[in-house]
């Protein structure tokens, strides 16, 4: 931290008397800052004791904070430390989201529509042409039910645990804090600290409440437990990607560059047989897979109910919309599977997926494309 280039402010309770400069802990405290050509800005107690415990420390060069005040909140042994930071608010950020009301989907008209669609009266037997009616009448359904939409929005951190309760118990708190102001009463005191204690019990359990469901829902999903790990750690989850001058241009290159890894090993596999040197040795006694077992629709059932809800992009609808709507669809996909299965053939549909390039190792240089390993996102199906 102390090595970063940017500018630094470091501000807590440290426990230091650092007003009493015969006190050696307090003085080592302050010669370690010294060294590290930090200052401590803070004068005057800011306890109710008298002592300077909660600090603000930023670079003896930099002079970004200014106007420091102490007051006593009287909500707490600690006085509140009030200043003024030497920094430009940024531009919000806004963005053009496209989004649908999943939430507002009326799932019985929703399964009903699949029943009564061309999807389940079919009579095609290419694996093909029913994996193209599955794809374009779920997405003709969905955008019934849920069509696209598009907005701008201003980008904002929420916090996703506060709930309406909390907001309550909130301006309840602000009512009692104004009412004490005015009054000056002990007992108005007493009424809003026990108003403060009450809001801030609250807002913890919301906090592990919250959290510890989204832990529960995604215990069968490593990956969603590492997304929530990662920002309760304010880590970002996206690989950081080469240098680039547009989106497309470098898509391109991963394209040529993967592509050409896969021409390699196909042209190290055709030398391999030339040679008359395969990799697998002829078995003794060959044992012929002339044909697959063809699943039930009870088989099918299973695995859905099985399976985790991972949606992509390229799903005619959502997984969590999938999930509600699934039972008519039971026939059709078991259909589709056993047509896979006797032709030997994978709709074209299926063969697609969305390539996103992530970095091997944290430490690696990231302008090196073999430097990553592609990861395909799949459709639920």
């Avoid at 309770?13 to 050696?24: G, L, W």
């Avoid at 420091?68 to 009287?74: G, H, S, V």
């Avoid at 104004?178 to 026990?194: A, C, F, G, M, Q």
């Avoid at 060959?286 to 629709?297: D, G, I, N, Y």
């Amino acid at each position: 931290m102390l090595l970063s280039t940017g500018q630094l402010i470091i501000l807590g309770d440290f426990n230091f008397h650092v007003e009493e400069r015969e006190n050696s802990l307090a003085a080592k405290f302050i010669n370690l800052l010294e060294s590290f050509n930090l200052n401590q800005n803070v004068v005057g107690s800011t306890h109710q004791r008298g002592h300077t415990l909660d600090l603000i420390i930023t670079r003896s060069d930099e002079s970004l904070v200014s106007n420091i005040e102490c007051f006593n909140p009287l909500i707490s042994d600690h006085y509140a430390v009030l200043f003024n930071v030497a920094v430009e608010r940024p531009e919000p950020v806004t963005k053009n989201i496209k989004y649908r009301s999943i939430k507002k989907i009326n799932f019985g008209k929703f399964r009903e529509d699949i029943r009564t669609s061309s999807l389940v009266t079919t009579q095609s037997t290419g694996v093909d042409d029913l994996s193209t009616i599955y794809m374009s009448e779920l997405t003709r359904i969905l955008d019934h039910h849920a069509p696209l939409k598009s907005k701008l929005i201003t980008d904002r951190t929420g916090c996703e645990w506060f709930t309406d309760e909390l907001g309550d118990l909130k301006r309840e708190k602000r009512k009692l804090e104004r009412k004490y102001n005015s009054s000056k009463l002990t007992v108005d005191l007493e009424i809003y600290r026990n108003a403060c204690a009450t809001y801030q019990t609250h807002k913890n359990v919301a906090k592990c409440n919250y959290y510890t469901n989204k832990v529960n829902s995604g215990l069968n999903d490593q990956s969603s437990i590492f997304q929530i790990i990662n920002n309760l750690m304010h880590k970002t989850s996206a690989s950081p990607l080469p240098e680039h001058d547009s989106p497309s241009s470098l898509a391109q290159d991963f394209a040529d560059f993967f592509n050409s890894k896969i021409d390699k090993i196909y042209h190290h596999l055709e030398s391999i047989e030339e040679t008359g040197h395969p990799v697998i040795p002829d078995p003794e006694h060959q044992h012929l897979l002339r044909s697959f077992t063809l699943t039930t629709e009870d088989d099918i059932l299973k695995i859905i109910k099985k399976s985790p809800i991972k949606s992509c992009p390229l799903d005619p609808i959502p997984a969590a919309v999938f999930k509600e709507v699934y039972l008519p669809l039971i026939p059709v996909l078991n259909k589709l599977v056993n047509l896979s299965l006797e032709t030997g053939l994978m709709p074209c549909d299926m063969k697609v997926a969305l390539i996103n390039p992530i970095l091997k190792k944290p430490s690696l240089d990231r302008e090196i494309l073999s430097n990553y390993r592609p990861v395909s996102n799949l459709t639920y199906v």
